[in-house]
Nanobody, 123 residues
């Protein structure tokens, strides 16, 4: 069984940066393709981006492209989300997710999910 635990959320101002982490336990992180989703109050869960097992391939939603960067350190079993130039509309609970099938990660139907971390961006 895989456990995912996000951290690094908080309250920041528009234009600030924040880095989220997702610690993987139970299995080796390199087994899984991983991704980030977010959900704002009253809205559906939204795809942010994903990264391949080895970290060579990333894909982002248009809403975050050029501002957010996904990376991973498999030696530390950790996934990251670097968020720059944050906007109030980035306010949401951010979730990391993992699956051996990257298509499922992209669709939001992955096998494993973290509990989420809150990011609030004030204007």
């Amino acid at each position: 069984q895989v456990q995912l635990v996000e951290s690094g959320g908080g309250l920041v101002q528009a234009g600030d940066s924040l880095r989220l982490s997702c610690a993987v336990s139970g299995r080796t992180a390199s087994t899984y393709n991983m991704g980030w989703f977010r959900q704002a109050p009253g809205k559906e869960r939204e795809f942010v981006g994903h990264i391949s097992r080895g970290g060579s391939t990333t894909y982002y939603a248009d809403s975050v492209k050029g501002r957010f960067t996904i990376s991973r350190d498999n030696s530390k079993n950790t996934l990251y989300l670097q968020m720059n130039s944050l906007k109030p509309e980035d306010t949401a609970v951010y979730y990391c997710t993992a699956d051996t099938n990257i298509l499922l990660v992209g669709r939001g139907t992955s096998a494993y999910w973290g509990q989420g971390t809150q990011v609030t961006v004030s204007s």
